[in-house]
């Protein structure tokens, strides 16, 4: 066998082993509304951690990190920072989140808006916010898998053909089960991903340099301006660094799905001892940063930095593990993907075709419709993995610049009844708005300031003047 | 199904804010203090290994945040059982 037919056939061992588990949690379940999209409400700790430790360390943190440690070095780390804030965030604002669902039943983000603000206008709109800032987090992860599939077949397989394999893939296992099957494959995904990062970063620095500290001696003396801000940038600097920290770990769990998946605990005393100690889930991630580090004195000029760490893992290992890390890494693509079409799907099919053309239908007729666009979500996704550039925390970030604006939105309706919903919508369009205006116009950052931070300041501004003068 | 939420939830009291408001302070708003390479910790530059720590401590300050949370809810059950 050639070495890529080894790699890809590891790769697709691993996909069907998972997808196999997956479909065999799902298929002992009927599956209606409430099954598929919030698994009954009975998820534990553990479950629940493993559900929201699948959707945190996703491709982005596999793949993403490590390209931007190896293209941009100091602003990468960023990601570390906000990996940890983020749990600080939902331990105060899940539970209350989840207090309110069971109170109402309530199965997607936009239901809470609707809930709260008593407004289907607001509750569509936020339900349109999610769907289009998700497609960048779905697309991102497409790309991953593309890449994986690009790289192990040795560039056998072209980029085009890469992400229709990964769409088909992904498309494929959503389609066939549901959020439960999401927490179950977690648990293979999860194991695997300790052992590929633990052995590619021990190895890694090892082979090359006789370990971890010879490894960054060998960096702070080759290239040391890289290791901090502004790193290989001009204006990712410490202003930058903390508009983009405040960001991402305010919405971090404003995601529709990860907001959602709240929905599945036990109890809300469950998550906040879920958010006490999900931060040490990212101590492993500091290896995935040194990798992408050395990968600049390993495999210099790279053009995609996304591509360094499995070009690096190819150079070191044999095809056999390189399959082992490219399966670990689809799997790190598809479940967060099954995710996110899952919610973005039911929020078209709940919150937006529901209350605006047909407000009859039954929760049956809603899941068959949620079904139905799981594949137009797919496409969309697809067309964009296809047709951009982007790296994939530059389409993580795009994703939150336009996400977090509903953070201003879910933290009055939790906490203040004073807020109404014409003043939440209002600031909530000043925000997406503003972001959006600055990211396409190539604006990003802005006075050395995050876009979707200026954007999120302006929403809040929109508010607190609304508010206060009474107008709506 | 048409009754909106009249009772806004519990706020968290302000001992759990101030306990998350430390890895935000230490992370995040004092960048500039410690984004720096010297002096390397076990083998790391300072900043990574800035961010590694506070993987390790931020646990812990959020299980100071637990418990001020829940000293507060059996206050508030045991006066409620009171009344």
Aim: proline residues 5%.
């Amino acid at each position: 066998m050639t070495p890529s037919a080894i790699a890809l056939s590891v790769i697709f061992a691993i996909v069907v082993l998972g997808s196999a588990l997956g479909f065999y949690a799902g298929a002992r379940h009927k599956m209606d509304l409430e099954q598929w999209t919030v698994a009954g409400r009975g998820f534990g700790l553990v479950f629940v951690w493993l559900l929201m430790a699948g959707e945190s360390y996703t491709t982005f943190s596999l793949l993403g990190a490590s390209g931007w440690a190896y293209s941009q070095g100091g602003p990468a780390l960023y990601i570390l920072a906000y990996m940890l804030l983020l749990f600080v965030v939902s331990f105060y604002i899940l539970p209350p989140i989840w207090e309110i669902a069971r109170r109402y039943s309530l199965q997607t983000q936009a239901d809470f808006f609707q809930q709260r603000y008593n407004s289907t206008s607001l509750a569509v709109a936020v339900a349109l916010v999610g769907i289009v800032f998700i497609i960048p987090y779905l697309q991102l992860q497409l790309n991953g898998l593309g890449i994986i599939v690009e790289v192990a077949s040795f560039e056998a397989i072209g980029r085009t053909p890469a992400m229709l394999i990964a769409f088909v893939l992904v498309a494929s296992f959503v389609f066939m089960s549901g959020v439960r099957a999401v927490a179950w494959i977690s648990v293979l995904k999860d194991l695997l991903l300790l052992f590929v990062v633990l052995t590619v970063g021990t190895a890694v620095s090892r082979i090359y340099f006789g370990g971890v500290g010879p490894t960054f001696t060998a960096l702070l003396r080759a290239r040391p301006s890289h290791l901090t801000m502004p790193g290989a940038t001009v204006d990712h600097g410490h202003a930058w660094f903390i508009s983009t920290v405040l960001l991402t770990s305010l919405g971090g769990y404003i995601w529709p799905h990860t907001m959602g998946s709240s929905f599945t605990a036990k109890s809300s005393d469950t998550l906040r001892r879920n958010a006490v100690i999900m931060p040490l889930y990212g101590v492993t991630l500091p290896l995935i940063f040194m990798v992408g580090f050395a990968g600049i004195l390993i495999a210099p000029g790279l053009k995609n930095g996304d591509l360094s760490l499995l070009t690096i893992v190819r150079k070191t290992f044999s095809p056999l593990f390189l399959g082992i890390v490219g399966g670990a890494g689809a799997l790190t693509a598809m479940v967060p993907a099954a995710l996110l079409i899952l919610t973005a799907a039911t929020l078209f099919a709940k919150n937006v075709y529901r209350p605006l053309c047909a407000p009859d239908i039954s929760d049956r007729q809603v899941a068959r419709l949620a079904r139905a666009m799981v594949l137009v979500i797919a496409v969309i996704a697809l067309y964009f993995a296809i047709y951009s550039s982007s790296t994939l925390v530059a389409l993580l970030l795009m994703g939150y610049a336009g996400i977090t604006q509903l953070f201003p939105g879910v933290v009055f309706g939790l906490f203040s009844r004073r807020v109404s919903s014409m003043t939440v919508l209002s600031g909530l369009v000043v925000g997406v708005a503003t972001a959006a205006t600055l990211i396409l116009g190539k604006h990003d950052p802005f006075l050395g300031l995050n876009a979707g931070f200026i954007g999120l300041c302006l929403n809040l501004l929109t508010v607190g003047v609304l508010n206060l003068t009474k107008v709506c | 199904m048409k009754i909106s939420i009249r009772d806004p939830v519990a706020r968290p009291s302000p001992g759990a804010l101030l306990f998350g408001l430390i890895p935000f302070v230490s992370v995040c708003f004092s960048v500039a203090w410690w984004d720096r390479l010297y002096p390397v910790v076990l083998g790391l530059p300072f900043n990574l290994f800035w961010l590694i720590l506070w993987m390790l401590l931020t646990p812990l300050c959020m299980w100071g945040a637990y418990r001020q949370e829940q000293t507060r809810s059996k206050r508030d059950h045991r006066s409620r059982n009171r009344a």
